[in-house]
T-cell receptor, first 115, second 112 residues
Framework: GAGVSQSPSNKVTEKGKDVELRCDPI?????LYWYRQSLGQGLEFLIY????????KSGLPSDRFSAERTGGSVSTLTIQRTQQEDSAVYLC?????????????FGNGTRLTVT | AQSVSQHNHHVILSEAASLELGCNYS??????LFWYVQYPGQHLQLLLK??????LVKGIKGFEAEFIKSKFSFNLRKPSVQWSDTAEYFC??????????FGAGTRLFVKA
């Protein structure tokens, strides 16, 4: 079946512009996660959705970052007034449930470059 | 707060050499442990996982990992690496709650 799909795969934007990153999880997966991968920094947790609600937003770096999920499926991560330090690969992952025994299935990521 | 430490950021080995990548976590309660791998140009994928039971778990492609509770460790091993094992390896833990916390990753380069 189809895996986790993210778009765009690459995004170059000017400092100060807003960007939207999209994630289409595996069908039937109720849990959805956003991570940020910076060089040498590993994966930084941003936000977690169970269905359409976000019980854990603790990783969002600032109020310029927001995310939503509609219909228990597609999620959008929005970064307002982008800064150069926002440049990174943004990864989306989904899992069958929010249970501790559900491994994550990752998309290929969106590489964001802020110039 | 939970955290995961991977001691080696870059590892270079020759084919047929043995591999051990270190991973330590900080969380005193029950944990679920994972190793994920990212091959060049591909997405992250699960290599192996530990939930309970036998602390020595086997994953794909001949990899194994051992959970040592007293050491808060979950080291990844492979007796004989191949060039195709060149990738970045991430240790991850779920401690309290349901959030997967990742280490910084180890880049492995295997010389043919």
């Amino acid at each position: 079946g189809a895996g986790v799909s993210q778009s765009p795969s690459n995004k170059v934007t000017e400092k100060g512009k807003d960007v939207e990153l999209r994630c289409d999880p595996i069908s039937g997966h109720t849990a959805l996660y956003w991570y940020r991968q910076s060089l040498g920094q590993g994966l930084e947790f941003l936000i977690y959705f169970q269905g359409n609600s976000a019980p854990d937003k603790s990783g969002l770096p600032s109020d310029r970052f927001s995310a939503e999920r509609t219909g228990g499926s597609v999620s959008t991560l929005t970064i307002q007034r982008t800064q150069q330090e926002d440049s990174a690969v943004y990864l989306c992952a989904s899992s069958q449930s929010s249970g501790r025994d559900s491994p994550l299935h990752f998309g290929n990521g969106t590489r964001l470059t802020v110039t | 707060a939970q955290s995961v430490s991977q001691h080696n950021h870059h590892v270079i080995l020759s084919e047929a050499a043995s591999l051990e990548l270190g991973c330590n976590y900080s969380y005193g309660g029950t944990v679920n442990l994972f190793w994920y791998v990212q091959y060049p140009g591909q997405h992250l994928q699960l290599l192996l996982k530990y939930f309970s039971g036998d602390p020595l778990v086997k994953g794909i492609k001949g990899f194994e990992a051992e959970f040592i509770k007293s050491k808060f460790s979950f080291n990844l091993r492979k007796p004989s690496v191949q060039w195709s094992d060149t990738a970045e390896y991430f240790c991850a833990v779920i401690g309290g709650g349901f959030k997967t916390i990742f280490g910084a990753g180890t880049r492995l380069f295997v010389k043919a």
